[in-house]
């Protein structure tokens, strides 16, 4: 542990390394992530096209085995000395504690990579720019720092309450805070996807709006494409501006959508993904199209909102019974029966206990309506 703090203070401190060091090591590292995420998009495809190929088997009978490559370059753009200086000394204090903690704990991520599995697949959905190696040496690092300050915060509190015996059961403490950190890192970039592909479908029909109306106005898809990534849709920007990139490097505008979908889980960017691969294929008014598509995804979040409303107002009639009227009722009926036969029929104990159940069931009941609620 002495050698981890020692190295660790050294870290921090470090000043010494050249620009062209520290240059080489970010260009070193963003190729290892680019590698890392072509390998994924890669495997990514590869499975959504063997389950395709499954299933038209089954139903055709007739169909044969189809395997593509994909390449994804990292997009380098040659930068001048004197914006590389400024941008080293624009990097964030968060940064270097990254880059200082995970390579501190970079020699400890072989055990826990089993327990990572299909991280970089992760990371890739997440669009976390980092290699998998890193984040979970990372996570490791975090953890084990967590559970030191937890184990140490345990043993004070603990040691002034119940005495020295305390001390040991604090330290002991740290360890169930470590496997929690653990497991909250491990299942960050899942959560992450989630929460931008909520943000997507948010944004999609009036991105689609857009989209047809730049077509309308006459300019071509990839200018459209590149007119949105440009504009404040939030996430759906970013993954329009990252298909640019991808189909700068030599992608087909059908590969970019494909690996759009895997990132992104929405019925509106399938829809309009498969009507603008169609269109070019086939050719038609893809303007229109795109305009009844928005239309039907707003549609579908207006939909979801009134059944949202139609919940909330049953969960709100079953949270007022649960918190307000059922204690009340229960009260007064110990109260009256307590009255008629001279003493309370069961103990207060068993009473509390009531109270606490019903404001169980009372923060349950908020809890799932806030997990109702749509993302529009």
Do not use: C
């Not at 070193?28 to 990514?44: H, I, P, Y």
């Not at 996430?235 to 501006?241: G, I």
């Amino acid at each position: 542990m002495v050698n981890v703090l020692m190295r660790l203070i050294d870290r921090v401190g470090e000043g010494t390394l050249t620009q062209a060091e520290r240059t080489y090591r970010r260009a070193a590292e963003l190729s290892l992530v680019f590698k890392e995420q072509d390998e994924v998009a890669r495997t990514l495809l590869d499975k959504k096209k063997q389950e395709e190929l499954d299933r038209k088997r089954e139903m055709e009978e007739r169909l044969s085995m189809i395997k593509d490559a994909v390449s994804f370059e990292v997009d380098t753009k040659e930068k001048t000395e004197e914006e590389l200086v400024r941008e080293e000394l624009e990097v964030a204090f968060t940064a270097r504690l990254v880059n200082i903690i995970s390579d501190l704990f970079s020699g400890y991520t072989k055990g826990p990579s089993s327990f990572f599995k299909n991280i970089q697949e992760d990371l890739y959905k997440a669009n976390i720019i980092m290699p998998a190696s890193k984040y979970i040496a990372l996570s490791v690092g975090v953890s084990v720092i967590s559970a030191v300050v937890a184990g140490i915060l345990f043993s004070v509190l603990l040691t002034l309450l119940i005495g020295v015996s305390g001390t040991v059961l604090g330290l002991i403490m740290g360890v169930p805070v470590f496997f929690l950190v653990l497991v909250i890192a491990k299942s960050r970039p899942k959560s992450k996807v989630k929460g931008r592909s909520d943000q997507f479908s948010r944004e999609m029909p009036f991105a689609l709006r857009h989209m047809a109306t730049q077509l309308t106005s006459g300019s071509g898809l990839l200018e459209t494409m590149r007119s949105v990534s440009n504009s404040d849709y939030g996430v759906l920007s970013e993954e329009f501006q990252r298909a640019i990139m991808e189909i700068e490097r030599g992608a087909t505008v059908e590969e970019s959508f494909e690996r759009m979908n895997l990132r992104i889980e929405s019925p509106g960017l399938k829809k309009a993904s498969r009507q603008i691969i169609s269109t070019l294929r086939t050719g038609g008014n893809l303007a229109n199209t795109l305009k009844i598509i928005a239309e039907e995804t707003a549609r579908e979040m207006r939909m979801k909102l009134k059944d949202y409303i139609q919940i909330l107002n049953t969960f709100t009639l079953m949270f007022m019974f649960g918190a307000v009227i059922a204690p009340v009722l229960i009260t007064t009926l110990v109260i009256a029966m307590g009255i008629a036969m001279g003493g309370l029929p069961m103990p207060p104990e068993l009473m509390w206990i009531l109270y606490f159940a019903f404001f169980g069931a009372s923060l349950y009941m908020s809890f799932m309506v806030k997990r109702f609620e749509p993302k529009v």
